[in-house]
């Protein structure tokens, strides 16, 4: 199972005039332990009913009596705030299916598809929609707050960096009195660490390329060999 | 002839005995201010020949010390050399906006460090100049 709501019930807003029974059936009945459908039988009470944060994910008729398809799409993506939506939609209605998708559908079913199918939508288009979600959380521009917590972080760590490093380099250069063969392996091994967390450092607080991208890129070319 | 002195601003002790210790080992005589206002007094009193300026400093900070230091006519042609904790974005071009000679973060390599004392030495005392 993708998904893991609170309750373990994914809870669905159908938006249908009545014609999309089958579907809510399939919603209900087919693993009535994980889903929950509510329906509402115009535009206007589907919006009214987003107004709740109450539902996971939203199947919309196209075809409802109060709105057109590009009208009804649009609306509930306004109103939805972040929810996937699903159009729903009769065979052969391509052009409707196109507009809903161009508008930000998350994905489309056709009404009377199999439950199973209709299922295995929802589910993928909660899980797309998180993803997406989590994609564009990460890459929004940092808030004061994080730059005051990452201004924060620089100064303290390369301050600690700096100092085990000059007095490591003071003791490597016998400015403190003569060491040993055996002392200046160890001094050496410890500057060499220090170094690496500052390529770490660079890398996670500026940007710097460093072990962290290598990281990063190492991890995206394997799931790309994944999939 | 005098020896060069070197002012080392940092509020972080530990970082002025370091530097103290590497610069001394290098001829250099040091002198220690451990916040903005300590540190303008020492320009003043002391007219040293370098300043190694951090810039996170109790009551101002580092842009303030190198403010004070331009507006003063005895004192604008002494090199800074920003060497700061703080993150590389927006500093390093506010600070070289600013006058500094030079802008290193924490921890920066000895030799770097030494041969960026020199030659902002060697420009203030129109030995070089900046592009050489």
Known sequence: MILDTAMNTVRVLLI??????????SVN????????????ATLSE??????????????????????SAAESVAKVLKMARGL???????????????????????????????????????????????????????????????????AHLSHESRNALACIRQFGKILVDGLAGELSGEQREYLGIMLENASKLRSVLDSALDGTPGPLEEYTNKNERLSKLET | MDRTTILVVDDNPTIRKGLSIRLRANGYEVLFAEDAISATAALVTERP????????????????????????????????????????????????????AAFFQKPVEDGTL?????????????ELRFDE
Do not use: W
Request: charged share 25%.
């Open chain 1, 16 to 25: 249908d005039a009545g014609e999309a029974a089958p579907i809510r059936r």
């Open chain 2, 114 to 126: 030494l041969f960026a004392i020199r030659k902002a030495l060697d420009v203030s005392r129109g």
């Open chain 1, 84 to 150: 996937p939506v699903i159009a729903l939609v009769n065979e052969g209605e391509t052009a409707k299916i196109a507009e809903a998708l161009r508008l930000g559908a998350q994905d489309y079913v056709l009404k009377g598809c199999h439950c199973d199918s209709l299922i295995r939508t929802v589910q993928y288009a909660i899980e797309r929609k998180r993803l997406v979600t989590e994609r564009e959380h990460a890459l929004r521009p940092v808030t004061k707050n994080e730059a005051q917590l990452i």
């Open chain 1, 46 to 67: 589907g919006l009214e009913a987003l107004q709740t944060p109450h539902f996971d994910v939203v199947l919309l008729n196209l075809s409802l009596p109060d709105a």
């Open chain 1, 29 to 40: 009945t087919g693993q009535a332990e994980q889903f929950r459908a509510t329906r509402k």
């Open chain 2, 49 to 100: 020949d370098l300043v190694i300026l951090d810039l996170g400093l109790p009551c101002g900070d580092g842009y303030v010390v190198m403010e004070r230091l331009h507006k003063n006519d005895r004192l604008a042609s002494i090199p800074v050399i920003v060497l700061t904790g703080r993150e590389l974005a927006g500093n390093r071009d506010r600070a070289l906006q600013a006058g500094a």
